[in-house]
């Protein structure tokens, strides 16, 4: 990698440069060179996106609230992870249980997934949306 200023980079899985980052377009360069690792977010930024509805964190209450700030402007898929290295393994699977127990049936009242039905010929499909 270049230690030329970055401006704009793309990424994707299998590009050149390792870890699914691509080649700088002609005249893009590097501004800084990224961490290693990325850092743990502070009990601040993770305080702020609870309370913007950006960050789906808190007792099942507020995550349903942040996942029909998403919903109210038309996500029908969102994609949850576990963003911290520090996390024992006992609390992420204590979270995702306890979203799938308590969240998640709010949403996915649907009994086939969204994906298979968007799969299926235009004629086989009805138009339900994603309600909560």
Avoid: W
Avoid at 62 to 79: F, M, N, P, T
């Amino acid at each position: 990698m270049s230690d030329q200023p970055f401006t704009n980079r793309r990424f994707g899985a299998g590009s050149p440069g390792g870890c699914g980052e691509a080649a700088a377009a002609p005249g893009l360069e590097r501004r800084a060179p990224r961490p290693a690792t990325l850092p743990e977010p502070t009990a601040e930024a993770l305080e702020l996106g609870a309370r913007a509805g950006t960050s789906c964190i808190g007792d099942p209450d507020e995550v349903q609230r942040a996942v029909q700030s998403y919903v109210d402007i038309g996500a029908d898929q969102l994609v949850f992870g576990m963003l911290s290295t520090t996390m024992p393994i006992e609390v992420a699977v204590e979270a995702v249980d306890t979203f799938g127990r308590h969240v998640l049936p709010k949403f996915d009242t649907d009994p086939v997934h969204s994906t298979t039905r968007r799969a299926r010929p235009s004629s086989a499909r009805t138009a339900e949306p994603l309600s909560g």
